[in-house]
């Protein structure tokens, strides 16, 4: 039972840290030495960065929100976790936590396929995504298997 | 005691008398369509009142050039529109000085009004600042700035988070209630029948 309970709390944490990580890196494309894209578009001349600040795009904003949110969600359904660990009766399912991590893994879902059928062609062929675009795409199972786990888990004595 | 104030004192009034700067604001940078009209917001903030001589000065550099041409000048009380300057029929005066307002209005923006605006504003004795630059920039179609749509969806999001929570406790509150008030009635009643029934009871024996 221990063992389970440290299993789903070390992937819950993973999921989080994943999201902060794609949230906050700014490495959604990478070009060559420049990245592109979720924040700012940096772009490397004389060996130094110029950054401009992104945003200007509706489907770009649209992103931002929901990595945001389903940061924010995932967060909050880590604290109902703990919470509930503590108040819940025995023999109950942890429903609220559930909830908030399908709803963040909803969230990162719908914000990588935006990026994706949003973004624009590649220029060059130095163009890629970046490892925070493929955090995202990661983010969404875990985060939903771990959603799922806690449906099913129940609190035993 | 009365040394520590006195040094506070003399302190304050030499940052004051540093301080006699004026400090002109307008906005950073300005976006519009093509073909509308602008209003260009310049104030200043100064520690003496507002004279009579206080004057207002305009001028734009284009993009791309070098050197800035003057449009517009108030003083003694009177707006001058440059006459040969490229805003020459389309400048208005529509600031207050008497508020510290010294915003001029441009009708009708072309591409060509690309630019940099300079306003330099005066309040005789405080004449040391440094002018405010505002930035023009003409679109076909205005883009929505950064951080509009993101704060908007999160904003919606997390409200309508907050009022499903509301809602649920609420609901769950006048359910409690319910059952609480009606459990009340139903105990009064039983409790009313037992001393009837008892009543009745007593005489008949």
């Known amino acids: ?157 | 005691m009365l040394s520590v104030l006195a040094l506070t004192s003399v302190v304050l009034l030499g940052i004051a008398s540093q301080c006699t700067a004026i400090s002109v604001y307008t906005n950073w940078e300005k976006h519009v369509q093509v073909g509308s009209d602008v209003r260009l917001s310049c104030s200043f903030f100064s520690w003496h009142w507002t004279s009579a001589e206080v004057t207002f000065s305009w001028s734009y550099r284009p993009d791309g050039a070098k050197e800035s041409v003057s449009i517009f000048h108030y003083t003694n009380g009177a707006p001058y529109i440059a006459t040969k300057g490229p805003f020459r029929d389309r400048l208005e005066f529509v600031g207050n000085p008497n508020r510290r307002d010294g915003s001029i209005m441009i009708r009708n923006v072309d591409y060509n009004d690309n630019g940099t605006f300079t306003c330099d504003a005066k309040n005789p004795p405080d004449i040391m600042g440094h002018p405010s630059n505002v930035r023009l920039l003409v679109f076909e179609k205005v883009p929505v700035q950064a951080g509009v749509i993101t704060g908007a969806i999160i904003g919606v999001v997390l409200g309508l988070l907050i009022l499903v929570v509301a809602i649920y406790y609420l609901m769950r509150f006048l359910v409690a209630r319910r059952v609480f008030s009606l459990s009340m009635r139903h105990g009064k009643k039983g409790k009313g029948k037992e001393g009837s029934q008892q009543r009745q009871a007593g005489p008949s024996k």
């Open chain 1, 1 to 157: 039972m221990l063992a389970i309970l440290f299993a789903t709390l070390v992937l819950h944490l993973t999921d989080l840290i994943i999201l902060f990580v794609s949230t906050c890196a700014n490495a959604w494309r990478i070009h060559g030495a420049d990245s592109y894209d979720l924040w700012y578009r940096c772009a490397q001349s004389n060996g130094g960065y110029t950054c401009k600040g992104t945003g200007e795009e509706e489907w770009l904003q649209a992103v931002q929100a929901l990595m945001v949110l389903a940061t924010i969600f995932s967060l909050t359904s880590f604290i109902i976790f703990l919470c509930q660990l503590f108040t819940l009766v025995k023999g109950g399912r942890f429903f609220f936590t559930a909830v908030f991590q399908i709803l963040a893994s909803l969230f990162v879902m719908s914000g990588a396929i935006i990026y994706t059928v949003m973004s624009p062609k590649w220029e060059s062929d130095s163009d890629s995504y970046g490892y925070a675009f493929v955090l995202a795409w990661l983010a969404f199972p875990l985060t939903l298997v771990s959603g799922l786990i806690y449906i099913v888990l129940r609190k035993k004595e």
